[in-house]
């Protein structure tokens, strides 16, 4: 969905990631600011509910896997974007390394100036609401791997659409 075609682009910059900035696109997988509910003898801080996982549509059941993302090169260009219609999904990383996150809100097709980026802490996680268009997995300097939360069951879970425009991202911001 990505690659270092010569086309003109419209530039993109990432923004740190915030449970208020990315609301419209899903929720932030993250700890900080929740009350924990101490369980199993008080040895354990449970963070309870943390994202809502909506994959009951069209006969759906939840499924859990593991992703190992290799790292992009900047810039990067962003060629196109995928939305999941059936369900939402959910990226929560294991390595601790900060990934990109690419988003623009649910629709017949992103709008050409909605595209957002977003970095998280290498702590965060996400889960796309359905529908929510977004990049593929993003990770830059070393190998990552997730846990991902989403759809299995029968129906076409993935639409894909090719921007008029590539976006480019030349640079990340230190946090």
Same mark, same amino acid.
């Given at each position: 969905?990505? !690659?270092s075609s010569e086309a003109p682009?419209? @530039? $993109?910059t990432a923004e740190p990631l915030t449970a208020a900035a990315f609301a419209p696109f899903g929720d932030v997988i993250d700890s900080s600011g929740h009350a924990p509910i101490l369980i199993n003898g008080g040895m354990t801080e449970r963070f309870h509910d943390l994202a809502r996982v909506d994959v009951a549509a069209g006969g759906g059941r939840p499924l859990i896997s $593991? /992703? !190992?993302a290799r790292p992009y090169a900047l810039p990067l260009r962003v060629l196109a974007l995928e939305r999941h219609p059936l369900g939402s999904q959910a /990226?929560? @990383?294991l390595d601790g390394q900060a990934f990109l996150v690419i988003v623009a809100p649910?629709?017949?097709a992103p709008?050409?100036?909605a595209v957002r980026a977003f970095l998280t802490d290498g702590r965060q996680g996400v889960n796309y609401h359905r529908g929510v268009w977004h990049h593929s997995l993003v990770v830059f300097d070393q190998p990552s791997r997730f846990v991902v939360v989403d759809r299995g069951g029968p129906g076409d879970n993935c639409d894909l659409f090719t921007l008029a425009t590539p976006l480019e991202l030349r640079a990340i911001a230190a946090g």
């Amino acid at each position: 969905m990505s !690659h270092s075609s010569e086309a003109p682009c419209r @530039p $993109l910059t990432a923004e740190p990631l915030t449970a208020a900035a990315f609301a419209p696109f899903g929720d932030v997988i993250d700890s900080s600011g929740h009350a924990p509910i101490l369980i199993n003898g008080g040895m354990t801080e449970r963070f309870h509910d943390l994202a809502r996982v909506d994959v009951a549509a069209g006969g759906g059941r939840p499924l859990i896997s $593991l /992703f !190992h993302a290799r790292p992009y090169a900047l810039p990067l260009r962003v060629l196109a974007l995928e939305r999941h219609p059936l369900g939402s999904q959910a /990226f929560v @990383p294991l390595d601790g390394q900060a990934f990109l996150v690419i988003v623009a809100p649910a629709g017949e097709a992103p709008a050409a100036g909605a595209v957002r980026a977003f970095l998280t802490d290498g702590r965060q996680g996400v889960n796309y609401h359905r529908g929510v268009w977004h990049h593929s997995l993003v990770v830059f300097d070393q190998p990552s791997r997730f846990v991902v939360v989403d759809r299995g069951g029968p129906g076409d879970n993935c639409d894909l659409f090719t921007l008029a425009t590539p976006l480019e991202l030349r640079a990340i911001a230190a946090g």
